[in-house]
């Protein structure tokens, strides 16, 4: 039975470790050897590019590591329960699995006739972007909203991202296109499959702790503590859950780039020693 949480004081600072990190292979502005040096200058030791549906920058951040820094294999995942996000990161996912890279082909295409469906809308209101732009500014990524949101501050429509969600991306705006329905048991099961380790991505942010005891009875074994979102409360109340739980916990700046983070590399994540939980539940599950 899980234990709920309660207060608990701990500090969460001189962080080591960085296990949230966007590239240009989904919405973040830089690319995976960018991250890479930018983590080795900020004197990192592990980091993990969790990249939205997509791992295709993990040979390139693994290459440009030289061994300098250490790189967790990761990803992060879509689902939704209606309207409300739900991202699982999947640590040490094999990430070169055919039915991975299936799936995420498959998604990938789903995103790009959403977006071209939201640039339809825009379009009919007088509001023209160029879709060809839009996926050449994704770079062969993850294409999503944040891919618009950057168009139409560019295009003069908006002065800011978040202006782009307020006035037309977000779920109340009549421009909104629904996303691929994907239950979170699902994709907590498939990182599994993949020999991957789900952790609840930034649940601080989902308004609702039963989601988070649900998330954890379909199959997460860990919980994100250190996110820019979380309030430090809010760290110590998930401190304490995944500790009465024995629950694995990350922590990850969620850094996109300059424009869009708000919280840099480094500047919020998890210790040295939460890795070392990671690796030796991946040893343990490995040698059953």
Excluded at 70 to 78: D, G, K, M, R, T
Excluded at 101 to 107: G, K, M, N, T
Excluded at 182 to 187: D, T
Excluded at 264 to 276: H, M, N, S, T
Aim: glycine fraction near 8%; include cysteine; charge should be neutral.
């Amino acid at each position: 039975m899980l234990r709920p949480w309660t207060h608990f004081k701990i500090e969460l600072s001189d962080y080591s470790v960085d296990l949230h990190i966007h590239s240009t292979f989904s919405d973040g502005l830089l690319t995976p050897s960018e991250i890479v040096r930018l983590s080795i200058d900020s004197k990192l030791e592990v980091i993990s590019i969790a990249d939205h549906d997509s791992v295709a920058g993990i040979d390139e951040s693994i290459k440009a590591a030289q061994n300098k820094i250490e790189i967790i294999p990761a990803v992060e995942l879509s689902s939704n329960i209606g309207k409300k996000d739900i991202h699982i990161l999947g640590y040490y996912i094999d990430y070169q699995l055919d039915e991975l890279l299936s799936y995420l082909e498959e998604f990938k295409e789903y995103r790009i006739e959403r977006v071209k469906k939201i640039v339809a809308k825009l379009s009919s209101d007088g509001i023209k972007l160029n879709f060809e732009r839009i996926k050449v500014m994704a770079k062969d990524g993850s294409l999503g909203r944040p891919h618009i949101a950057e168009a139409l501050l560019q295009s003069g429509y908006v002065y800011s991202i978040n202006e782009a969600f307020v006035r037309y991306l977000g779920y109340h705006c009549p421009y909104y296109e629904s996303k691929k329905e994907v239950k979170p048991k699902e994709i907590i099961q498939k990182i599994i499959d993949c020999k991957g380790i789900p952790v609840i991505a930034h649940p601080g942010t989902l308004g609702d702790s039963s989601i988070i005891y649900q998330l954890i009875m379909d199959g997460a074994v860990g919980i994100e503590v250190g996110h820019p979102e979380h309030t430090k409360w809010q760290q110590q109340q998930l401190y304490e859950l995944a500790k009465k739980n024995g629950l694995l916990r990350t922590g990850g700046s969620d850094y996109h780039g300059y424009r869009y983070s708000r919280c840099q590399i480094g500047k919020c994540g998890c210790k040295r020693e939460d890795v070392l939980m990671l690796k030796e539940y991946k040893n343990k599950k490995r040698n059953f």
